[in-house]
């Protein structure tokens, strides 16, 4: 019996070896056009590729709402999402677990949003936001979104207080912002630094720092391809040649090891915001 237990775990072993080794299914939050992100991330998929011995896919839903319902479905195996769908996706899936926090250059592993308006805007703060047609990115982004929404209530300013619109993706609230379309806006502090029009625009406020974005699991991710991921990301240490090599592509300097408090703070503001 003791020789047929063995037999049996070395066959359970193999086969679950099998069903992961050929593809990895590799989730991004769609914050950016699939092109550009495609571009961007896959170097990261080639390097995992290496380091685990499978086939990585990079898999793109259409908006936040699509990546947290295939999350939740185990659609893909890993994913890379900022910190309120994570713990969104972690709230619904108990086994969802974070692989490693994402460390971006200038900022490290914290992540903050802006307020921006026009450079000739009359608004000097976003305390001024009331009864003005503000634009944000999603209603699930946490530098564009959430933790604005926290710094209004601090203001004493209410949602109905405000004109929101969603503009989907972050570059698309700083276009809102420059072309009129809206008095100000909300979005993260990294993608507004890289706007190629960030002369045009003046950032009236700032929000409180958060846990940077997470590579995490999904509920139906293989532990032995979920431990070979993890190892793989935190050889990318931030400010090596290595990873910079990786990930300069995707904006990214590293990855350091996390766990699942470290996004006690996100879950304090979702709260605070009411959406959580």
Known sequence: MRKLFFVGLMVFLLFSTVAWSSE?????LPRLPEKELVSMFTPLAKYLEKETGSKVTLVIPK????????????DFDIGFTNPFIYVKIKKAVSQTEPLALASEPGVGTK?????IALKESPLKSFKEAKGKKV???????????IAQMLELQKAGIKKEDIQISFAGKPPKVGEAVRDGKVDLGGMPESVFKRLNFEYMLKVIGKTEDLPNWALHTTGKTNPAAAAKVREALLKLKPKTAQADRVLQEAGLEGFLATSDKDFDLMRKAAEAAGVY
């Not at 908006?63 to 185990?74: L, M, N, P, V």
């Open 135 to 145: 634009s944000f990115v999603d209603p699930g982004s946490a530098a564009g979104y």
């Open 24 to 28: 990895i299914r590799f989730g991004l």
């Open 63 to 74: 908006d936040f709402d699509a990546y947290t319902k295939q999350a939740i479905a185990g």
């Open 111 to 115: 992540l903050k949003g802006v307020f």
